[in-house]
């Protein structure tokens, strides 16, 4: 069973940056498209970022577009979440995700099947 363990998170103020990393074990995420995705309080956990199994393809929700980046290390088998510029309506606690089945890129959440446990990002204003 494939584990996914994020960290990197943290307090930071408006304007600043910060690289969220997932660490796999028990499995790779070579073969697998994998994503990140955040859950503000009181609202549901939605899709920010997507990688394509082999790091060629990308894709963002429209509010993280041109400051966020994610990359896919296959040796290190890990994801990352690079932000850049961050708001405070990027508070939320971050989950990565790999998909269900290799190959691909997926966003949705019914095509993920590995979860971690998720890391708080706090951004103040």
């Known amino acids: 069973q494939v584990q996914l363990v994020e960290s990197g998170g943290g307090l930071v103020q408006a304007g600043d940056s910060l690289r969220i990393s997932c660490t796999a074990s028990?499995?790779?995420?070579?073969?697998?498209?994998a994503g990140w995705f955040r859950q503000a309080p009181g609202k549901e956990r939605t899709f920010v970022a997507g990688?394509?199994?082999?790091?060629?393809?990308?894709l963002y929700t429209d509010s993280v577009k041109g400051r966020f980046t994610i990359s896919k290390d296959n040796a290190k088998n890990t994801l990352y979440l690079q932000m850049n510029n961050l708001e405070p309506e990027d508070t939320a606690v971050y989950y990565c995700?790999?998909?269900?089945?290799?190959?691909?890129?997926?966003?949705?959440?019914?095509?993920?099947?590995?979860w971690g446990q998720g890391t708080q990002v706090t951004v103040s204003s």
């Open positions: 990688v394509s199994w082999d790091s060629r393809r990308a």
């Open positions: 028990g499995g790779s995420l070579s073969t697998f498209a």
């Open positions: 995700a790999r998909a269900l089945r290799p190959y691909g890129l997926v966003s949705g959440s019914r095509d993920f099947g590995n």
